[in-house]
């Protein structure tokens, strides 16, 4: 049954006139360009499409389709509709947008969804009216299913994998992104759905109530990156960009946050269960970092020592223990710190105390990297930062048995 006959009537009109619009433009020379996708199976024959890219060919008239006679009065009726508001909103922090925002989240959309049922632009009401009802259903319905879709590289799984908060890592569907984002080709990673450790992505999902807003999904992902960077030591990263949808329709694209998008160097990993279940607990301690400056100061800092070549490597792991454990006192006392906090027995405590002065003597990335990563791990496992330098500090005099975290063996290159 039709909620809205109004709406249904101005919507049709503006596809109409845009349909007559493309037609008049394809007789006279126009063509609607097409990708050629490769499709692969183990053991099977690899298969190739000729996908027509409607929606970027729509996109990219979206000025001159917004200036018909009929556009104006969709998107009237469109604002007088409260159920298109989360349509309405760009990615403002949550701030109401034009009504351009209307015509690239809902317009556009329920154009290209029509003249895909209808093989082109060949008029179909049928056609139209299983466009319009899905857009219906999705703007009347009690909630909505909010979903980001972000490539990533440099890990392998078993199965899908939840990492927590609506979170989960699993294997891309051949041509899954192609089918709602057909410009998706030019904007995945050299070798994606090809490669062994680039066959996945990271899915976020959230339900969302009547004026729901919409997850900052970039600042979600990049932690969930952050948190596997931890629990494995593996040149993890995601996007450039990660694709969104709201009840399963293209809802638009954004850019994943560059430390999260930027490849570290390294060995692929194989992400397994006793990983995945501490990248999920780290996930959820990263928020320590928002009450807690020096905490953040050495996320960041270790993060950013992936990417770069020593001598700069080094001085922002420097940075990076002095800030976590230092608690003042400078980085000789972090490194005494993390000794204590990652040796199980005097001879390892002093073997990694050692390893350390190396980094405060002069550039020794790489033989510390890992050192910094596992105490970053340390503290956030083991919660309040101050009430566990505390603890450490206790130990060092004797007062405590140390208390050990331990980490499951690293799985490098086990694809």
Same mark, same amino acid.
């Given at each position: 049954?039709?909620?809205?006959?109004?709406?249904?009537?101005?919507?049709?009109?503006?596809?109409? %006139?845009?349909?007559?619009?493309?037609?008049?433009?394809?007789?006279?020379?126009g063509d609607v360009p097409f990708s050629?996708?490769?499709?692969?199976?183990?053991?099977?024959?690899?298969?190739?499409?000729?996908?027509?890219?409607?929606?970027?060919?729509?996109?990219?008239?979206?000025?001159?389709?917004?200036?018909?006679?009929?556009?104006?009065?969709?998107?009237?009726?469109?604002?007088?509709?409260?159920?298109?508001?989360?349509?309405?909103?760009?990615?403002?922090?949550?701030?109401?947008?034009?009504?351009?925002?209307?015509?690239? $989240?809902?317009?556009?959309?329920?154009?290209?969804?029509?003249?895909?049922?209808?093989?082109?632009?060949?008029?179909?009401?049928?056609?139209?009216?299983?466009?319009?009802?899905?857009?219906?259903?999705?703007?009347?319905?009690?909630?909505?299913?909010?979903?980001?879709?972000?490539?990533?590289?440099?890990?392998?799984?078993?199965?899908? $994998?939840?990492?927590?908060?609506?979170?989960?890592?699993?294997?891309?569907?051949?041509?899954?992104?192609?089918?709602?984002?057909?410009?998706?080709?030019?904007?995945?990673?050299?070798?994606?759905?090809?490669? $062994?450790?680039?066959?996945?992505?990271?899915?976020?999902?959230?339900?969302?109530?009547?004026? %729901?807003?919409?997850?900052?999904?970039?600042?979600?992902?990049?932690?969930?990156?952050?948190?596997l960077r931890l629990a494995t030591a593996?040149?993890?990263?995601?996007?450039?960009?990660?694709?969104?949808?709201?009840?399963?329709?293209?809802?638009?694209?954004?850019?994943?946050?560059?430390?999260?998008?930027?490849?570290?160097?390294?060995?692929?990993?194989?992400?397994?269960?006793?990983?995945?279940?501490?990248?999920?607990?780290?996930?959820?301690?990263?928020?320590?970092?928002?009450?807690?400056?020096?905490?953040?100061?050495?996320?960041?800092?270790?993060?950013?020592?992936?990417?770069?070549?020593?001598?700069?490597?080094?001085?922002?792991?420097?940075?990076?223990?002095?800030?976590?454990?230092?608690?003042?006192?400078?980085?000789?006392?972090?490194?005494?710190?993390?000794?204590?906090?990652?040796?199980?027995?005097?001879?390892?405590?002093?073997?990694?105390?050692?390893?350390l002065r190396l980094l405060a003597a002069?550039?020794?990335?790489?033989?510390?990297?890992?050192?910094?990563?596992?105490?970053?791990?340390?503290?956030?496992?083991?919660?309040?930062?101050?009430?566990?330098?505390?603890?450490?500090?206790?130990?060092?005099?004797?007062?405590?048995?140390?208390?050990?975290?331990?980490?499951?063996?690293?799985?490098?290159?086990?694809?």
């Amino acid at each position: 049954m039709i909620r809205s006959p109004n709406l249904r009537e101005a919507l049709r009109a503006f596809c109409l %006139g845009a349909f007559a619009a493309v037609t008049r433009e394809l007789d006279e020379g126009g063509d609607v360009p097409f990708s050629f996708e490769e499709h692969q199976s183990t053991g099977r024959p690899t298969l190739y499409e000729y996908r027509p890219l409607v929606k970027p060919f729509l996109d990219a008239r979206a000025g001159r389709l917004s200036t018909l006679a009929d556009a104006l009065p969709a998107l009237e009726e469109l604002e007088r509709e409260p159920a298109a508001a989360i349509f309405a909103r760009a990615h403002s922090s949550g701030r109401p947008s034009s009504r351009e925002a209307l015509l690239k $989240t809902v317009l556009l959309p329920l154009l290209a969804d029509t003249a895909e049922a209808c093989g082109g632009f060949d008029w179909d009401d049928e056609a139209f009216d299983r466009a319009y009802a899905g857009l219906e259903g999705s703007l009347f319905g009690a909630s909505r299913l909010y979903g980001a879709v972000a490539p990533v590289v440099g890990v392998s799984i078993g199965d899908s $994998t939840e990492l927590g908060g609506g979170v989960r890592i699993r294997h891309v569907a051949s041509g899954e992104l192609a089918a709602l984002w057909p410009q998706s080709g030019g904007l995945l990673p050299p070798g994606f759905e090809r490669e $062994t450790d680039r066959r996945c992505v990271l899915e976020l999902e959230a339900e969302l109530g009547e004026g %729901g807003e919409i997850p900052d999904a970039p600042g979600e992902l990049a932690d969930v990156v952050t948190a596997l960077r931890l629990a494995t030591a593996g040149p993890i990263a995601a996007g450039p960009v990660l694709f969104e949808r709201l009840d399963w329709r293209p809802y638009g694209i954004r850019p994943v946050l560059p430390i999260a998008a930027t490849q570290p160097p390294g060995e692929s990993i194989r992400l397994d269960a006793a990983r995945a279940e501490r990248a999920c607990r780290l996930r959820e301690r990263l928020t320590l970092a928002d009450d807690d400056r020096e905490l953040g100061e050495a996320l960041d800092r270790w993060e950013l020592s992936l990417f770069q070549p020593d001598p700069f490597a080094s001085e922002q792991l420097r940075a990076s223990l002095t800030s976590l454990l230092g608690g003042g006192e400078g980085l000789f006392a972090g490194s005494l710190r993390a000794a204590v906090a990652l040796g199980e027995t005097p001879r390892e405590r002093s073997a990694i105390l050692e390893r350390l002065r190396l980094l405060a003597a002069g550039d020794a990335a790489a033989v510390t990297g890992d050192l910094v990563r596992r105490a970053l791990v340390a503290v956030l496992e083991n919660g309040e930062r101050e009430t566990f330098l505390r603890s450490l500090d206790e130990t060092v005099l004797g007062l405590r048995a140390p208390a050990v975290v331990p980490e499951p063996a690293l799985a490098v290159g086990a694809l």
